[in-house]
């Protein structure tokens, strides 16, 4: 792969809180922020857009709510922030809003810096929850990306002899106050703090900013599509082949595996008999059966040969088909659209979409449309209901608590029973399929099976800016787009369901 040769400025730029949270989602974007031709950015999406808008909101609507009296830097710029900061915590002010600190090469912009004892503890008002995973067998835990800001902040603080203990918070979109101790369990299932996880990243940071370490891009469908340096990249890793396109591969395993085999071509003409060192293959974190899926994918997509079933797929015998997809807007913590997409005997020309909207952003709106889409699904049955990813099951488990007159949660369990209920992706796809594509999202699998959508560029992203404008302005251009783009994601699931029933099954000994 060709990239670049780097520039290494006369003095390297100072290490931030946000290079740091780039850096967990995909180092290589650090490294584009500071050594690519900016022209080769990609314009910021209006959902990108309204993301920077919502989070600039957010703080501001928090910071009104403060109660008591703090200072607010938020007036002042570069080193006069810095003085102003450095001066606020030598005069022990209570909660210092919008501080700069500095030392050595890092540099924190804390939203928050609040007094304990006689020293300081960090904090960021964020516009997403303060932590991740929750379920209801489990608690959640911190965000890597949150944690890693956190601790630049809490590493400057301790150099600068202001810090009461390795510890920051989050005052997340819930208004929750949520604790970061880095001396904790990072969560990763290898007992590794959150501190020594930074460290981590500091150093991949520093090795970055430094030009000692080159880094490659890699394909990661969710993280990539939003990044405003998305076509560049993909443009690198279409030219060079790359490990990456090969679904569920990622750029762990490609890296380990990079020094031997450097593109899907060169693996799917591979004897893989060559990594293979007794019970282990010769790369490390890589088995025996990822090996072999991941060299029977790179022969899909390089020959092109068809899609095929790994093991036969018995689907519910129902008259009536429910084809279902919502759209949820996480930041205002709601689900405005209930989509459905009915169909009867297998016949396509009885299909009918069937919807239910929440006009307005509250929890009144809500409430109405999850209780009129519970009731249609009720009123359906019998019926087989067809959905992409555990997504609708885990928002709709979520509503009944949320709203617990509207249904029980045995109602909301029978209604997702794996007799009559089927994720698409999760039960389907990943245990039972296999595609020459280079991921498996509804969108890409419904495209390759030759569905199209209206909207040029379909995603939920754009789903929730529209309904954001539609909330706005409400413009009944802008709703019809939410509706359509829905009634699409529901037909496409019906494509896909169909396009699965013409496969056929191929041996393990046809795959090999």
């Known amino acids: 792969m060709v990239i670049k040769e780097i520039l290494t400025p006369e003095v390297n730029p100072a290490i931030t809180a946000s290079m740091l949270y780039d850096l967990v989602h995909c180092p290589h974007r650090v490294w584009m922020d500071l050594f690519a031709d900016p022209t080769k950015r990609d314009k910021a999406s209006p959902f990108v857009q309204l993301l920077w808008e919502r989070g600039a909101a957010h703080e501001d609507e928090v910071i009104e709510r403060i109660s008591g009296t703090f200072l607010d830097l938020s007036h002042c710029r570069g080193d006069e922030r810095e003085r102003q900061t450095l001066a606020a915590m030598e005069d022990g002010a209570e909660l210092i809003y919008s501080g700069r600190i500095i030392s050595g090469d890092l540099l924190g912009e804390p939203d928050l810096l609040r007094r304990e004892g006689t020293g300081?503890?960090?904090?960021?008002?964020?516009?997403?929850?303060?932590?991740?995973?929750?379920?209801?067998?489990?608690?959640?835990?911190?965000?890597?990306?949150?944690?890693?800001?956190?601790?630049?902040?809490?590493?400057?603080?301790?150099?600068?002899?202001?810090?009461?203990?390795?510890?920051?918070?989050?005052?997340?979109?819930?208004?929750?106050?949520?604790?970061?101790?880095?001396?904790?369990?990072?969560?990763?299932?290898?007992?590794?703090?959150?501190?020594?996880?930074?460290?981590?990243?500091?150093?991949?940071?520093?090795?970055?900013?430094?030009?000692?370490?080159?880094?490659?891009?890699?394909?990661?469908?969710?993280?990539?599509?939003?990044?405003?340096?998305?076509?560049?990249?993909?443009?690198?890793?279409?030219?060079?082949?790359?490990?990456?396109?090969?679904?569920?591969?990622?750029?762990?395993?490609?890296?380990?595996?990079?020094?031997?085999?450097?593109?899907?071509?060169?693996?799917?003409?591979?004897?893989?008999?060559?990594?293979?060192?007794?019970?282990?293959?010769?790369?490390?974190?890589?088995?025996?059966?990822?090996?072999?899926?991941?060299?029977?994918?790179?022969?899909?997509?390089?020959?092109?040969?068809?899609?095929?079933?790994r093991a036969p797929v018995v689907f519910p015998s129902a008259a009536?088909?429910?084809?279902?997809?919502?759209?949820?807007?996480?930041?205002?913590?709601?689900?405005?659209?209930?989509?459905?997409?009915?169909?009867?005997?297998?016949?396509?020309?009885?299909?009918?979409?069937?919807?239910?909207?929440?006009?307005?952003?509250?929890?009144?709106?809500?409430?109405?449309?999850?209780?009129?889409?519970?009731?249609?699904?009720?009123?359906?049955?019998?019926?087989?209901?067809?959905?992409?990813?555990?997504?609708?099951?885990?928002?709709?488990?979520?509503?009944?608590?949320?709203?617990?007159?509207?249904?029980?949660?045995?109602?909301?369990?029978?209604?997702?029973?794996?007799?009559?209920?089927?994720?698409l992706y999760f039960d389907v796809v990943l245990k039972s399929t296999e595609w020459p594509t280079r991921d498996f999202s509804i969108k890409t699998l419904a495209k390759y099976l030759g569905f199209t959508w209206n909207d040029p560029h379909p995603s939920g992203a754009a789903s929730i800016e529209w309904f954001d404008r539609w909330v706005k302005q409400r413009d009944p251009t802008v709703r019809k787009q939410i509706l359509v783009y829905n009634e699409d994601d529901c037909r496409a699931t019906r494509v896909l369901l169909d396009g699965i029933r013409q496969l056929s099954v191929r041996s393990k000994e046809a795959r090999s």
């Open 320 to 423: 009536r088909e429910l084809f279902f997809d919502i759209e949820v807007d996480p930041m205002r913590d709601i689900c405005y659209l209930h989509g459905f997409v009915e169909r009867r005997d297998g016949d396509n020309a009885t299909e009918r979409f069937v919807f239910f909207l929440a006009e307005d952003p509250i929890e009144d709106a809500e409430e109405r449309a999850f209780a009129d889409a519970v009731r249609y699904i009720q009123s359906a049955q019998p019926c087989a209901i067809y959905y992409y990813s555990k997504y609708e099951r885990t928002v709709y488990r979520a509503l009944s608590k949320k709203y617990p007159h509207v249904c029980t949660e045995a109602e909301i369990e029978a209604i997702f029973d794996p007799a009559v209920a089927v994720d």
């Open 120 to 309: 300081y503890v960090a904090g960021d008002i964020k516009s997403g929850a303060g932590e991740e995973g929750a379920t209801d067998e489990s608690e959640g835990k911190p965000k890597k990306h949150y944690a890693v800001q956190l601790a630049l902040y809490t590493d400057v603080l301790e150099r600068l002899g202001r810090s009461p203990g390795r510890r920051a918070f989050v005052w997340d979109i819930h208004g929750r106050e949520v604790l970061y101790d880095f001396e904790a369990d990072g969560g990763n299932g290898k007992s590794q703090r959150l501190w020594d996880y930074y460290q981590e990243c500091l150093a991949e940071a520093r090795a970055i900013v430094g030009g000692k370490k080159r880094t490659l891009p890699a394909y990661a469908s969710g993280i990539c599509k939003s990044c405003l340096w998305y076509t560049a990249c993909i443009d690198v890793l279409e030219t060079a082949n790359d490990l990456t396109l090969i679904p569920e591969l990622g750029r762990s395993k490609r890296d380990v595996m990079f020094n031997q085999v450097h593109s899907i071509r060169e693996l799917a003409e591979a004897n893989v008999d060559n990594f293979i060192n007794g019970q282990k293959t010769v790369f490390p974190g890589i088995g025996l059966a990822t090996l072999a899926k991941a060299q029977a994918r790179a022969q899909l997509l390089t020959t092109g040969a068809k899609p095929y079933l």
